[in-house]
């Protein structure tokens, strides 16, 4: 019999909910409502054990505040500047962290902060306020499996330690272009992480984001026994 699995449903852009073998559920870079890309049926708030958070753009916290004190998760996790910003705006259970930091953020479910390569500025009453680095995360889940969301990001020499010191299953990784790295590059970060399992994101959503899983399997063409899935909006995997 297969091991529990993971169920990962991908609602556009950067934006994931994920449902661990224990029925717990992760929302990361809450992003729904002017999400061009999440279908209608998505963008009501449904009950969450924890909100995470990779950095400030508005495509990425758009609606933390307005999910966060609609369904309360037990635990909303940032950058420390970032959780300073959202506790500001009446946010409950913020965790504030920092790179390296590792914390549970459910039951069985420890989430540890990494590197990324990209900036992190909050729109607030027209301003941009500074709101911390920006980060990735790796996410131990009850049954074993490790997840690595990369939030916004280029390239970098520590994806080798991510990969070294995690072991990801899978990876979920920018391949748009222009704000994010673009297929060429995502594919060496991949070489980088030694996963063999990616999903794709932050592409598609704009017309500016140009990059394409077409694409990255041509840019990936020489990594053996790597699966690429590749999931419309809604759409679910299990890993």
């Known amino acids: 019999m297969a091991p529990p699995a993971l169920q990962l449903t991908w609602l556009g852009h950067?934006?994931?909910?994920i449902t661990s073998v224990n029925g717990r559920t992760l929302?990361?870079?809450p992003w729904v409502q002017n999400n061009p890309a999440c279908p209608d049926a998505e963008k009501q708030p449904r009950p969450l054990?924890?909100?995470l958070i990779t950095h400030g753009h508005f495509d990425h916290i758009g609606d933390a505040v307005d999910i966060a004190r609609a369904v309360k998760p037990a635990s909303v996790v940032a950058i420390f500047e970032t959780t300073v910003w959202l506790g500001s705006k009446g946010v409950e259970n913020c965790v504030g962290m920092n790179k390296g930091g590792t914390v549970e953020v459910a039951p069985g479910i420890a989430a540890t902060m990494v590197h990324a390569d990209h900036s992190c500025g909050i729109q607030d009453n027209g301003q941009i306020i500074y709101g911390g680095d920006p980060c990735g995360y790796v996410i131990e889940f009850e049954n074993g499996t490790r997840v690595y969301h990369a939030g916004d990001t280029n390239v970098f020499g520590d994806m080798k330690l991510i990969g070294d010191l995690f072991h990801p299953d899978i990876a979920l990784l920018p391949i748009g272009g222009l704000y994010t790295?673009?297929?060429r590059l995502a594919a060496h970060a991949i070489k980088l992480l030694g996963v063999?399992?990616?999903?794709?994101?932050h592409f598609g959503t704009f017309p500016a984001l140009t990059g394409s899983p077409a694409a990255l399997r041509e840019a990936t063409a020489d990594i053996p026994g790597?699966?690429?899935?590749e999931l419309k909006p809604g759409a679910s995997a299990r890993v």
């Open 196 to 201: 063999k399992r990616v999903i794709p994101m």
């Open 226 to 229: 790597l699966q690429i899935i």
């Open 181 to 183: 790295m673009g297929p």
């Open 14 to 17: 950067s934006t994931f909910r």
């Open 27 to 29: 929302l990361i870079d």
């Open 49 to 51: 054990d924890a909100m």
